[in-house]
């Protein structure tokens, strides 16, 4: 078994017995899509809610949660998974500084923007740990279907 870091603005696919691990979720999305009949497994680390208002055409498009989330399911059909069996765990999305204007919460942006793209793709959403105001890491285990979320002051659970 190993553990697979995905890290910021980036995304895996595995089969169990391997883990997926992202750390430090704060306004960034953790979006876990797993296929249990065939075991295999995603994640994606998302920082922002839309490539259309990127300034830098260079910018990868595993940043955004609009792009992102297809290009996951397009590498997990690759490896087998069957995009109508797909389910979904979400977690992040944390407003990490109080600010004056909802434009800047860019935790609950991120959050409507990750649903969008899943309910575009047609994946239903079957457990989310999302907003509030403290990071999380997450952990994933295929095998299981666990999407194990740790925060230091909340503590861990198991979705």
Do not use: W
Not at 28 to 45: P, Q, Y
Request: charged residues 20%; glycine residues 10%; aromatic residues 6%.
């Amino acid at each position: 078994m190993a553990n697979l870091t995905i890290g910021i603005s980036d995304l895996k696919v595995c089969r169990p017995p391997d883990v997926l691990v992202t750390y430090a979720l704060g306004s960034c999305v953790g979006i876990c899509l797993l296929d249990s009949a065939t075991g295999v497994g995603g994640m994606s680390h998302i920082m922002l809610p839309d490539s259309t208002q990127a300034t830098n055409g260079s910018a990868t498009p595993m940043r955004f949660a609009d792009t992102a989330v297809p290009m996951l399911v397009n590498e997990m059909v690759k490896q087998g998974a069957a995009r109508s069996r797909l389910k979904a765990k979400i977690a992040g999305g944390a407003v990490m500084f109080a600010t004056a204007s909802d434009r800047f919460n860019i935790g609950e942006r991120n959050i409507v923007a990750v649903k969008e793209a899943l309910r575009k793709e047609g994946i239903p959403i079957v457990a989310d740990d999302t907003g509030l105001n403290y990071g999380r890491t997450v952990f994933f285990y295929p095998e299981t279907g666990i999407m194990e979320v740790r925060a230091a002051s909340k503590g861990n659970k198991q979705l």
